[in-house]
Nanobody, 122 residues
Framework: QVQLVESGGGLAQAGGSLRLSCLAS????????MGWYRQAPGKQRELVAT???????NYADSVRGRFIISRDNAKNMVSLQMNNLLPEDTSVYYC????????????????WGQGTQVTVSS
């Protein structure tokens, strides 16, 4: 199983920076992808950024060039450096880890952290 523990987040002013970190405790599962999603009130959860074990990244258009995702595969840790924050970045941010089973037709199992609030004031 996988347990994800997030840290960081909080309150920042527009133009400021925050850093999120997530540590995964993994047992009997291989993690293939880690990343961050966010969900604002009344909206669907959306992808922010992900990184594969090989270092390939995927960013939402809204954060590309401002946010940087990084991973420490040995420690099963993923971080998100958020720069030049905007009020519209205000959301609950969720750490995600995914197992993708090649022997089961790319079946994907997602694991989620409890979420951490990021609030950006204008």
């Amino acid at each position: 199983q996988v347990q994800l523990v997030e840290s960081g987040g909080g309150l920042a002013q527009a133009g400021g920076s925050l850093r999120l970190s997530c540590l995964a405790s993994v047992r009997s599962v291989r993690i293939d992808l880690m990343g961050w999603y966010r969900q604002a009130p009344g909206k669907q959860r959306e992808l922010v950024a992900t990184m594969t074990n090989g270092g390939a990244t995927n960013y939402a258009d809204s954060v590309r060039g401002r946010f940087i995702i990084s991973r420490d595969n040995a420690k099963n840790m993923v971080s998100l450096q958020m720069n030049n924050l905007l009020p519209e970045d205000t959301s609950v941010y969720y750490c995600n880890a995914a197992e993708i089973r090649l022997d089961r037709g790319l079946e994907r199992t997602d694991y989620w952290g409890q979420g951490t609030q990021v609030t950006v004031s204008s």
